[in-house]
């Protein structure tokens, strides 16, 4: 049995007893049974890789897999992705009869930052982000305040981001979307350029520091398990968030926004740090470290702070630390790989837009699998089968 970690030296308290099962896949989401659906689709896919060539492009190899996908057209890349928010708007519509506000702006950024966080992996900045939005019932687009705050949201993070918003879809889908309830999700084209910007798994060698960016809550990752608690809290999502500095309810901490780490990323290549690669840091927690794949190993020593929703939810559902840490961000955003002799100028740049970049860990030789130290848990290669 996993023991119960005391204080870390960088701020992170466990609490609780391990759970005797998945708390994750209990709730309905099992990476076990997700995972070769998405590794059948990229085998489907890489058969149509030789239509480029009619267009006078070709596949960036290697590509197949990250986060974005990336296009060699010339003097220039081109990375494509699409992306969708998942249940969050379910919690803003049960918030809803709380505050008395939509909190559609916070979800539209959300959506947003899901996409373009993807896209900024690859060292790719946006240039147009398309929505996708579907509805149980036409109904749901009437709401006059809930849609100007998704379309304001939805502009605002596109602005802050620097992309276009270029146009979209809408759907009313009864019979597939539950009626008062809608699936936001969209998609975007960056471009990379020059062509020295392309982060790429294949760059990471042993020796790379690991420095995290923080991140703001939840983001938009473990929202089934989370809505589930909410339904087993006595005070549902008008539970007070211990530790939350504004003492909110549970339902509003868990709708703070993921911040937008593709202009970080943008300034420090702006700035010449050599960054080797990037991770977002959303679905299988930090197991997503190993992404990159090859035979390497991630140590990490030091752990970010833990956002207190998190810790609160850890708590309350008595998930051990090696299934909280597998399953959420725990406080890493982004992950981003660079030699050591860049990381005091890549903390520089990123202390003047206002973000602490923590030196977690680092690369070594050895095989595929993350190593939690001040936890005593390690993820092996197993664990994370993406590709």
Not at 28 to 33: E, I, N, R, S
Not at 116 to 131: E, H, K, M, W, Y
Not at 284 to 311: E, F, N, Q, S
Request: glycine share 14%; with cysteine.
């Amino acid at each position: 049995m996993e023991a119960v970690a005391p204080l870390l030296p960088c701020g992170v308290a466990t609490h609780g007893p391990p759970p005797g099962t998945d708390a994750y896949a209990a709730a309905g989401v099992d990476y076990a049974l997700l995972d070769p659906g998405k590794r059948r689709a990229q085998e489907g896919a890489a058969g149509t890789t030789v239509q480029l060539a009619r267009r006078g492009f070709a596949e960036v190899p290697g590509t197949r897999g990250e986060s974005a996908y990336v296009v060699d057209a010339g003097d220039h890349y081109l990375a494509t992705l699409a992306e969708g928010l998942g249940t969050k708007s379910l919690v803003a519509d049960a918030v809803r009869e709380i505050t008395r506000r939509s909190h559609y702006e916070a979800v539209a950024r959300d959506t947003v930052a899901t996409i373009l966080n993807d896209l900024a992996t690859v060292g790719a900045v946006p240039l147009v982000v398309s929505a996708y939005w579907a509805a149980g019932t036409s109904e749901w687009f009437s709401d006059g305040g809930r849609m100007a705050d998704l379309v304001r949201g939805w502009a605002s993070a596109c602005a802050e981001a620097g992309a276009t918003w270029g146009g979209g879809e809408t759907q009313a889908i009864e019979g597939i979307v539950a009626p008062g309830a809608a699936t936001l999700a969209g998609a975007a084209m960056g471009i990379i350029r020059p062509k020295t910007r392309l982060l790429l798994g294949e760059r990471v060698v042993p020796q790379d520091a690991i420095l995290i960016a923080p991140a703001s809550g939840i983001h938009a990752n473990g929202l089934t398990l989370a809505r589930r608690l909410a339904a087993a809290l006595p005070q549902g999502y008008d539970t007070p968030v211990p530790g939350d500095p504004w003492g909110r309810g549970y339902g509003e901490v868990l709708l703070d926004p993921a911040p937008l780490y593709g202009p970080l990323i943008e300034a420090l290549l702006d700035a010449g740090v050599a960054l080797h690669y990037a991770v977002h840091v959303t679905g299988h927690g930090w197991r997503k470290l190993m992404r990159a794949g090859g035979a390497l190993t991630y140590m990490i020593d030091c752990l970010p702070d833990v956002p207190p929703v998190l810790d609160f939810l850890r708590t309350q559902t008595g998930m051990s630390n090696a299934e909280a840490y597998g399953t959420f961000n725990m406080g890493a955003g982004f992950a981003l790989y660079l030699p050591q002799g860049d990381v005091a100028q890549a903390q520089r740049v990123a202390g003047e837009r206002g973000i602490g970049l923590l030196p977690a860990g680092r690369v070594e030789a050895g095989p595929r699998r993350v190593v939690l130290r001040p936890l005593d848990v390690t993820y092996d290669g197993a664990s994370l089968q993406i590709r």
